[in-house]
């Protein structure tokens, strides 16, 4: 069955105190991999997207990296305005499907 | 450019009762996705719509159904409302079925079922 797994669920962190954040997929075959942020009561931002393993994607103090199993979203040096949830999701080669993860919802303190 | 948009942004309803939510796709996109966000979970794909034709759908029961217009805007139809349809709706554009493109969503609706 395609599933997507996202850890930790919830993560706590000093301002300027870099972490990662994960997203594992089993899937029968990947046509993209995606990254979203999400603030409460609102639609999903895009940030980036990966195709093929050894991709990386960077966007101010985020570098998303895909592996042929998993991916990362590093960030950098975190301001509290960086708090939010962050969504993973992949679309299934032949299928139109997406499927997203739990999201790990972040919190940056000043 | 036009970014996604849906209506109402909140709706309550009795179970049993039928419900019509509307999305307009950002300009120049012409395939619509439909999700439905759970308080603490990802979004779940509902269906995908592209040039008034459905051509995906997720493990969702018949009585949630859509269309797609000329102008590419949509709407999500959901009969027999039941408690546990409870959710955020959001809709996404994207600019082509091909689906590598990143998907725009729209802020959402929620609706409560009671």
């Known amino acids: 069955e395609d599933q997507v797994t996202q850890s930790p669920e919830a993560l706590r962190l000093q301002e300027g105190e870099s972490s990662s954040l994960n997203c594992s997929y089993t899937v029968s075959g990947l046509r993209g991999l995606f990254w979203y942020r999400q603030d409460p009561g609102k639609g999903p931002e895009f940030l980036f997207t990966l195709y093929s393993a050894g991709e990386e994607k960077e966007k101010e103090r985020l570098k998303a990296t895909l592996t042929k199993k998993e991916s990362f979203l590093h960030i950098t040096a975190p301001k509290p305005e960086d708090s939010a949830t962050y969504l993973c999701a992949v679309l299934v080669s032949g299928t139109y499907k997406y499927i997203f993860g739990t999201g790990t919802r972040l919190k940056v303190l000043a | 450019e036009t970014g996604v948009t849906q209506s109402p942004t909140h709706l309550i309803k009795t179970r049993g009762q039928q419900v019509t939510l509307r999305c307009s796709s950002q300009s120049g996109h012409n395939t619509v996705s439909w999700y439905q966000q759970a308080l603490g979970q990802g979004p779940q794909f509902i269906f995908q719509?592209?040039?008034?034709?459905?051509?995906g759908r997720g493990n969702f029961p018949p009585r949630f159904s859509g269309l797609q217009f000329p102008n590419y805007s949509s709407e999500l139809n959901v009969n027999a409302l039941e408690l546990d349809d409870s959710a955020l709706y959001l809709c996404?554009?994207?600019?082509?079925?091909?689906?590598?493109?990143?998907?725009?969503f729209g802020p959402g609706t929620r609706l409560t079922v009671l």
């Open positions: 996404a554009s994207t600019g082509s079925s091909g689906g590598e493109n990143e998907q725009f």
């Open positions: 719509y592209y040039r008034e034709e459905e051509n």
